[in-house]
């Protein structure tokens, strides 16, 4: 696994919080660790620093959560279907019991315009919900030019998307 590589064996999976997938689920999502924590030897702290690797962060890992699919299915020569399966049932756990206190998940929702993604497209935030569903975005995680770039690049591809699917849309109506 990606982490095992850069963080120190004594981190899990479970002991990596808060690394936020942005916009769309292809190719161009930005997977974001910058405002991830890691808990190493019982001390929660800044993923980056325990990478402390920059260049890394910005490519690497990038490129691996990004081709993550693709790369299940070669590795398995099966889907990636149960890989899915448990992301949908641990996405399920956060919507009904909500989020950690600290902790958030990402979440295709409804842009409210935050983050300056336009209003009214579903794109993957980084949320926090209440026990019973109610989720909220996170406002106030600061952006540099590098992920601006990369939020905006996957934003553009849900247009595409959602432009293609218009058009398509009303053509069947002719």
């Known amino acids: 696994q990606w982490?095992?590589?850069r963080v120190p064996i004594t981190a899990g999976v479970s002991q990596i919080m808060n690394v936020i997938i942005w916009?769309?689920?292809s190719g161009t999502q930005f997977p974001d660790a910058r405002h991830a924590s890691v808990v190493l030897n019982g001390v929660i702290q800044p993923l980056t620093g325990a990478l402390s690797d920059d260049a890394w962060i910005k490519s690497d890992f990038i490129t691996t959560v990004q081709s993550r699919g693709a790369a299940v299915i070669k590795a398995r020569g099966l889907s990636s279907a149960?890989?899915?399966a448990k992301a949908i049932g641990d996405h399920?756990?956060?919507w009904w019991?909500?989020?950690?206190?600290?902790?958030?998940t990402s979440m295709g929702v409804i842009s409210d315009g935050s983050y300056n993604i336009p209003?009214?497209?579903i794109y993957s935030f980084p949320v926090t919900i209440q026990a019973?569903?109610?989720?909220?975005?996170v406002q106030g995680l600061k952006q540099d030019d590098f992920a601006t770039e990369k939020m905006v690049a996957t934003?553009?591809?849900?247009q595409e998307e959602a432009t293609e699917a218009a058009k398509l849309a009303a053509e069947a109506d002719n």
């Open 92 to 94: 399920t756990r956060d």
């Open 97 to 104: 019991f909500g989020t950690k206190e600290g902790e958030f």
């Open 82 to 84: 149960m890989s899915a």
């Open 3 to 5: 982490y095992q590589r």
């Open 132 to 137: 019973g569903g109610k989720w909220s975005i």
């Open 23 to 25: 916009g769309n689920h």
């Open 155 to 158: 934003y553009n591809e849900l």
């Open 119 to 121: 209003a009214g497209i």
